[in-house]
Every structure is written in structure tokens, then in C-alpha cells.
DNA sequence: GCTGCATGATGAA
DNA sequence: TCATCCTGCAGCA
């Protein structure tokens, strides 16, 4: 699940369900205990998310609140991250549950996470340093471009570096690509600016509706014949993980191999190297 | 009950 | 490039 488009959904499903409420936090599994004892009865002021972090603000209006007050809770997913969501009868908690955030109405479960730790405005500044922009932000693309002119590596490889782009995953990166008829081993340095443009515009609008349905969907429209909703969950993508069958436009079996230590999916014909 | 796998990222070598 | 960390679930015995 976890790309940008997922973490983006997560801060603002939890936006609605906390922002301005006292929430009771604990750690079932006591990885996260100390942690949770300073979050706990304290307000949850906002969220908000950069690429594929998402940042809690505690303290009621933005004032910091007690100990926690100062610092912000820093999550990020990694592969395996789940947030369970709840309303006001939530199921018990998995041995494996690192944090749970909840009120009368409603809890989250958080799960699997590689990371869940109380941090410091300088801490914060440091790691959002190293992010390239995001496209679900609205940031200036600007340094993005800069970046993948400056590597001679894949394009494939830069899409997945997040001080490149702050967002992108392995789905979106094959998917992209396939789109754009670019073959994933194509040196990033190449990219013109007109390229560039239709790459940041497409991935937005791709980030987008994943943001908004929860899932990754890139089929685009002129290419179904039924709604989106009656697609099955193979029908959902051209490339990602659809190794030697047809490529959905042209036929041509769709190759994968390795790229920057992750699989990577491409249609030959498609995406000409 | 086991095994393997997954949309991620880091640090050591 | 490799090992490592993180959890849950499908697929198999």
C-alpha cells in the first residue's frame, strides 16, 4: 500500500478524524510505550505529510502541550506499515500494534511501521532536508528536474530515490514510465524540460486519484470498458507485476528485471529503449 | 503450522 | 551489493 498517495490519504483521513481532539494514545506492543505516555491525553493539533512521511503536531492551536508539545511524531510506513482505522467500536488491537491513537468516535491502529519516534524541530528540518519535492504538495518541480538532469543513472532507479522526487514507489515508478513511453533504463540526465513537464503533470494526476480512491489505479479511462469500480484488482495497472502477459495496448509480453535492487516492469514495444 | 512474499529505506562492506 | 529491520497474509502441508 504505502507511496506517497497512500501516506497523503492517511494524514488527512486523520486530520478529520483528530485534528482538534484529545486523544488517548498507547502502545500494545510497548515498542512505542514512552512515546505513547507523552501523546497521551494531550491534543492532536494537525497532520501532515511529505512524501511518504507523515508528521503529527500535538497542543492545542499549534501551543505546545506538555512534554510532547515541542516534538512531533514522525511515521513512516515503510513496506509492511499499516494504519487500521476504526469508529467508536474498534477490534482489539494485534499483538504486533505499535501505537493506537483514539477517541470516543474513532482509533487508529498502527502497525509494521519502520518508523514511529517523537522528534525535534531540528531533526524534522534535517530529514524533510533530504526530500525532493512532492508532487501531491504542490511544491516547485524545479529541483526535481535539476536532479534528474544532473544523474547519468536510470531514470528508473532515480524515479525510486526520494531526494529526487518525494512519493514515488515501485508501482507508480512502472507504471509512469509505461505511460510516458519511456523504457525505465533510459539515463535520467536525458529528460528534456518538455518531457520533464509531462512526467511531473502525469504523476500528480496519478498520485492524485490514488489519494483520492486509496488505491493505486492507473488505467485511464479511454482504455476501460467497464467503470472503475467493477475492476478487478488485476485489471487496475498496465505493467507492475504483469511479467510475460500481454501488454494491455500492444500485446507484447511485459518484461521485468532488476533495477536499483527492486523488480521493474516494461512493455518493450511501449517503452523503446 | 510453516514458508515466502510485499507498493521501503538504511548502513556496512 | 548485501544484510537487516518492520508485520500480516496467502498459499501450502
Redesign the pocket.
Known amino acids: 500500500?504505502?507511496?506517497g498517495h497512500?501516506i497523503h490519504r492517511y494524514a488527512r483521513l486523520h486530520r478529520e478524524l483528530f485534528a482538534g481532539e484529545r486523544v488517548a494514545a498507547w502502545s500494545p506492543?510497548g515498542?512505542f510505550a514512552a512515546g505513547a505516555a507523552m501523546l497521551d491525553g494531550t491534543t492532536l493539533h494537525g497532520v501532515d505529510a511529505h512524501?511518504?512521511h507523515l508528521f503529527y503536531r500535538f497542543g492545542a492551536n499549534g501551543r505546545p502541550e506538555g512534554e510532547a508539545g515541542a516534538l512531533a511524531l514522525h511515521v513512516?510506513?515503510?513496506?509492511?506499515?499499516?494504519f487500521r482505522q476504526y469508529g467508536a467500536d474498534p477490534r482489539s488491537p494485534?499483538?504486533?500494534?505499535?501505537l493506537v491513537l483514539s477517541t470516543e468516535d474513532a482509533e487508529i491502529q498502527l502497525?509494521?511501521?519502520?518508523a514511529c519516534e517523537l522528534i525535534d524541530p531540528g531533526t524534522e528540518a534535517e530529514l524533510r532536508g533530504?526530500l525532493g519535492p512532492d508532487p501531491l504538495r504542490g511544491d516547485d518541480p524545479a529541483p526535481a528536474f535539476a536532479a534528474l538532469r544532473r544523474r547519468r543513472a536510470a531514470i528508473g532507479q532515480a524515479l525510486?530515490d526520494?531526494r529526487v522526487i518525494a512519493g514515488?514507489?515501485?508501482?507508480y515508478r512502472a507504471e509512469l514510465l509505461f505511460l510516458l513511453g519511456v523504457h525505465p533504463d533510459r539515463p535520467a540526465c536525458e529528460i528534456d524540460r518538455a518531457a520533464f513537464d509531462d512526467l511531473w503533470h502525469l504523476l500528480r494526476r496519478l498520485l492524485a486519484a490514488g489519494e483520492r480512491r486509496g488505491?493505486?489505479i492507473t488505467i485511464i479511462p479511454q482504455d476501460r470498458s467497464r467503470p472503475p469500480s467493477r475492476l478487478r484488482s488485476d485489471e487496475r495497472l498496465y505493467v507492475y507485476?504483469r511479467t510475460g502477459q500481454p501488454c494491455r495496448r500492444c500485446g507484447t509480453p511485459i518484461r521485468s528485471w532488476e533495477l536499483?535492487?527492486?523488480?521493474v516492469f516494461a512493455c518493450p514495444r511501449c517503452q523503446p529503449i
Open positions: 500500500m504505502p507511496e497512500t506492543q515498542r512524501g511518504k513512516h510506513l515503510g513496506l509492511f506499515g499499516k494485534t499483538a504486533g500494534t505499535r502497525a509494521g511501521p519502520t533530504r525510486l526520494q514515488v514507489g515501485n508501482v488505491r493505486i507485476r536499483g535492487g527492486r523488480p
